[in-house]
């Protein structure tokens, strides 16, 4: 079936514009997931949707990033006034929590977001 | 401690011969244990999870848990070339369902 797919996969924006990058689970996965990337970093988490509920958002680097989940599908992550230090790749992963899965988390191609 | 630590290499082995990666992880995670692999300009793809204390098989990929001494191990038999990636370590933080990660193995396989 189909993986996880991510839009765009790259976005170049200037810093201060507002920016939103999409997700789409696999189907049928009710944990969704956004990590950060930074060049040559390790993954830092951001935030973890159960449904459309974010019961962890610890990650957030800071007000400025916010994320949604509608219909149990699709995510949004929005980063506002962007900032160079933004510049990262960023990854979603979804998991069919609940199930014997045990927390697999399959992750998409990635976003690209680079900021001028 | 960090919740997990990952030798960050990098290794490199010959073709045909055993890889063996490492990660030894703090009390502040649970107790599933995941490896992926990460080729360069890629994401990371899941290639091993392990939750009970031995060893699980899957082809040429052996991942070890060793609770007792709190480190998880990945042992690639026959190395190939197209192994040649980054290796990520990772767990489930206690009491929540986020991964945490290692910085990552550097692996090359040389032909």
């Known amino acids: 079936g189909a993986g996880v797919s991510q839009s765009p996969s790259n976005k170049v924006t200037e810093k201060g514009k507002d920016v939103e990058l999409r997700c789409d689970p696999i189907s049928g996965h009710t944990a969704l997931y956004w990590y950060r990337q930074r060049l040559g970093q390790g993954l830092e988490f951001l935030i973890y949707?159960?449904?459309?509920?974010?019961?962890?958002k610890s990650g957030l680097p800071s007000d400025r990033f916010s994320a949604e989940r509608t219909g149990e599908s699709v995510s949004t992550l929005t980063i506002q006034r962007t900032q160079q230090e933004d510049s990262a790749v960023y990854l979603c992963a979804s998991s069919a929590q609940g199930r014997s899965s045990y927390n697999e988390q399959f992750f998409g191609p990635g976003t690209r977001l680079t900021v001028l | 401690q960090k919740e997990v630590e990952q030798n960050s290499g990098p290794l490199s082995v010959p073709e045909g011969a055993i890889a063996s990666l490492n990660c030894t992880y703090s009390?502040?995670?649970?107790?599933?244990f995941f490896w992926y692999r990460q080729y360069s300009g890629k994401s990371p793809e899941l290639i091993m999870s392990?939750?009970?204390?031995g060893d699980k098989e899957d082809g040429r990929f052996t991942a070890q848990l060793n609770k007792a001494s709190q480190y998880v191990s990945l042992l690639i038999r026959d190395s190939q070339p197209s192994d040649s990636a980054t290796y990520l370590c990772?767990?489930?933080?206690?009491?929540?369902?986020?991964?945490?990660f290692g910085k990552g193995m550097k692996l090359t396989v040389n032909p």
């Open positions: 392990i939750y009970s204390n």
């Open positions: 949707f159960q449904g459309n509920s974010a019961p962890d």
């Open positions: 990772a767990a489930t933080q206690g009491g929540s369902e986020k991964l945490v």
């Open positions: 009390d502040r995670v649970s107790q599933s």
